[in-house]
């Protein structure tokens, strides 16, 4: 077999039937401006911490409608709380109150 020096990536398919939202659900009951957010970008563009990190607060979101919810903290932990995002959202959303109340939902589920 010849080697073309690449080869098939595991599969990233999401059985959506079996995602468990029960973190996500809670999250939009706290901030019902989640379901307003269209991904636009503004957020993760402006962010300080994502030109050193992998945080963006569009990912996280995405991360937790998918089920993702450890991947999803593991990204929250990386923001510095600056609240530029705040200030550049189109949609005004409160971002940094997003992050914490993901942070506080996480841990009341892990006592």
């Known amino acids: 077999m010849i080697d073309f020096g690449f080869s098939i990536s595991k599969s ?18 706290l901030n019902p401006d989640i379901s307003t957010c269209m991904a636009c970008g503004l957020c ?11 945080a963006s607060f569009r990912k996280i979101i995405l991360m937790l ?20 995002c705040i200030l550049v959202c189109s949609r005004g959303i409160n971002t940094r109150n997003i992050l914490l109340s993901i942070t506080r939902i996480y841990n009341e589920e892990d006592k």
């Open 12 to 29: 990233s398919h999401i059985q959506m039937d079996n995602v468990d939202l029960k973190l996500f659900n809670k999250l939009e009951a």
């Open 65 to 84: 409608q998918r089920g993702k919810d450890k991947e999803a903290l593991e990204k929250v932990k990386k923001c510095m709380m600056c609240g530029k």
């Open 44 to 54: 993760t563009a402006t962010c300080s911490a994502g030109n050193f990190t992998d």
